[in-house]
T-cell receptor, first 114, second 109 residues
Framework: NAGVMQNPRHLVRRRGQEARLRCSPM?????VYWYRQLPEEGLKFMVY????????ESGMPKERFSAEFPKEGPSILRIQQVVRGDSAAYFC????????????FGEGSWLTVV | EDQVTQSPEALRLQEGESSSLNCSYT??????LFWYRQDPGKGPEFLFT???AGEEKEKERLKATLTKKESFLHITAPKPEDSATYLC??????????FGAGTRLTVKP
């Protein structure tokens, strides 16, 4: 897990507010993945990004969720108008390139919607 | 659609009792199969990557093997500190990673 930095580690939002989760990949890594994990469930793929490009967003809900990975700065997962069902752990992972490469995870951001 | 199925969902072992975890997959063009360990409240920790059928990798009490349809994670003489959820993931031609639901391992002293 060393090197992939996620913040905040814990975030509490009221229903209808916005949540922004940030991920700084390991040094030298240009590929970022976001996953969601509900209690007692596995990791669900959300989105895969390279610098300035969304490669695969097939796991992202069509509404309220968006992700970006700008040329400079961290990757951002943005959830607008949060609902209770958005409460989960959100994990970011990074890799130096795509093919057959190990991805390394951060410690996660725990979102609680009250 | 790519699928990854892990079994059993949960496994309870006595310390020293060896066993295996299974990961079955269907994927179009396997680029790699990955095993991770996840402790409660933590991010997944990388264990192994396997790329082709017949490949094996070992680390301490763990050994991962790969066939064309499944992978096994063998745990030899486990200790209580091996208790965790073990996750399997596959990377296909489109380069994104798909995870199984995991096997929750408990090793009792």
């Amino acid at each position: 897990n060393a090197g992939v930095m996620q913040n905040p580690r814990h975030l509490v939002r009221r229903r209808g507010q916005e949540a922004r989760l940030r991920c700084s990949p390991m040094k030298g890594h240009s590929h970022v993945y976001w996953y969601r994990q509900l209690p007692e469930e596995g990791l669900k793929f959300m989105v895969y990004l390279q610098k300035e490009n969304i490669i695969d967003e097939s796991g992202m809900p069509k509404e309220r969720f968006s992700a970006e990975f700008p040329k400079e700065g961290p990757s951002i997962l943005r959830i607008q108008q949060v609902v209770r069902g958005d409460s989960a752990a959100y994990f970011c992972a990074s890799s130096p390139r795509a093919e057959g490469n190990t991805i390394y995870f951060g410690e996660g951001s725990w979102l609680t919607v009250v | 659609e790519d699928q990854v199925t892990q079994s059993p969902e949960a496994l309870r072992l006595q310390e020293g009792e060896s066993s295996s975890l299974n990961c079955s997959y269907t994927v179009s063009g396997l680029r790699g199969l990955f095993w991770y360990r996840q402790d409660p409240g933590k991010g997944p920790e990388f264990l192994f990557t396997l790329y082709s059928a017949g490949e094996e990798k070992e680390k301490e009490r763990l050994k991962a093997t790969l066939t064309k349809k499944e992978s096994f994670l063998h745990i030899t003489a486990p200790k209580p500190e091996d208790s965790a959820t073990y996750l399997c993931a596959v990377q296909a031609n489109n380069n994104d990673m798909r995870f199984g639901a995991g096997t929750r391992l408990t090793v009792k002293p």
